[in-house]
């Protein structure tokens, strides 16, 4: 049955219906392609909680898994062998018996504006005062607040061509902001017209990473897609998520990272904020993560960090990197992390 057990079987993978979903499980398929010629892939498209509910804020729906829970039960009921994701949709705790097989390389990770066609070629502090600026991220909004204070933010919703088409149709917005990597992805990186660099505004915890779920117990699986692992992105994305994963944090609450990998040596900036941005903590920590590959054979070959099982990245690397996260975040509670986070959180719910 060939080298890792998976020949002479379709491989199904699950996505969500979106383009962009679909643009990125297709990146990750024709990788996989590559690798494996002789497999053939079979796509299985499947709509979300998040993709049905499209007139609630993210943030209120209270829903962890909102992009990931329908593609996971068909993980568990073995109707697909691995599932694509954006890294951030995923929660820093996966349900027992899931883990990450694959973070691949990095896309651009920055937030980006996209303006009105009539405010095309302004910034955001060019832009009349009072001007609503469509965000559906706690995240964006508390640090442009507090950065931009003359702009007002609301709520946008639905997927990539939906938000542009309420941008453009309509006069509600002066500019949203979304991720720079979907745009990039969807082929629409002219509509760039501002880049937020981390000194405006820090990014979510995994974004521009695509991931891949597979089940841990699957051995094929899991040997097969790991060939996709960028090693860099890896260490960067498991720091971010131990840093989230000890705040507590999700998309409830304004979390925000900026990583950099230079020379073996690991930059972790992570911040909290108040919903309004006025409140805010933020520090910078770092770690050498330079270490050799050992071949570890053993009972724990498998372990994972914060859901991430990266067997071909050195794991004292890894563990370096996971407990960067962990110091960062506690550095942060340790300055009253706890009491910004829970105000945000009681805020957001009523």
């Given amino acids: 049955s060939g080298e890792n057990g998976v020949e002479g079987r379709a491989v199904r993978v699950g996505t ?80 027992p018996g ?17 303006f009105h066609p009539k405010n095309s070629g302004k910034t955001l502090s060019l832009l009349p005062e009072k001007s609503v600026i469509g965000t559906s991220s706690l995240r964006r909004a508390a640090q442009l607040k507090k950065k931009f204070p003359h702009l007002e933010f609301r709520d946008i919703r639905g997927n990539l061509n939906t938000r542009l088409k309420k941008l453009d149709e309509k006069e509600d ?3 949203i902001i979304l991720a720079a990597a979907g745009l990039k992805r969807m082929g629409w990186e002219n509509r760039i017209g501002q880049l937020l660099s981390p000194e ?16 841990a117990k699957d051995q094929e699986i899991l040997n097969m897609v790991s060939a996709l692992h960028d090693a860099d992105t890896v260490l960067c994305c498991i720091a971010e998520r ?9 998309c409830s609450v304004p979390v925000a990272v900026n990583t950099l990998l230079k020379d073996g040596q690991l930059y972790l900036t992570g911040a909290v904020y108040s919903l309004d941005g006025s409140d805010s903590l933020k520090e910078t920590m770092q770690t050498s993560v330079s270490y050799p590959h050992q071949n570890e054979d053993g009972p ?10 990266a067997k071909n990245v050195p794991s004292k690397a890894q563990e370096a990197a ?16 706890k009491h910004i986070l829970s105000v945000a959180r009681q805020l957001n719910d009523a």
């Fill in 322 to 337: 996971e407990n960067l996260g962990i110091e960062l975040a506690n550095l942060l509670l340790s300055k009253g992390a």
């Fill in 242 to 250: 131990a840093f989230m994963k000890r705040l507590e944090g999700g």
């Fill in 16 to 95: 969500r219906r979106s383009q962009l979903a679909r643009i990125q499980t297709d990146t990750v398929v024709s990788m996989l392609q590559e690798l494996y010629p002789d497999l053939h892939f079979e796509i299985v498209a499947m709509s979300t909680t998040g993709d049905k509910i499209l007139d609630t804020a993210l943030s209120k729906i209270g829903e962890k898994s909102l992009f990931t829970k329908e593609l996971e039960n068909a993980l568990e009921r073995n109707e697909v062998d691995l599932v694509v994701h954006s890294l951030k949709d995923l929660p820093t705790s996966l349900p």
């Fill in 200 to 215: 405006d505004c820090l990014y979510a915890v995994g974004q521009g990473a695509l991931a891949v779920e597979v089940r």
């Fill in 300 to 309: 724990n070959d498998d372990v994972q960090h914060v859901g991430v099982t």
């Fill in 98 to 114: 899931f883990t990450i097989g694959a973070v691949c390389k990095r896309e651009n990770p920055l937030d980006a504006v996209v």
């Fill in 173 to 175: 917005f002066s500019a």
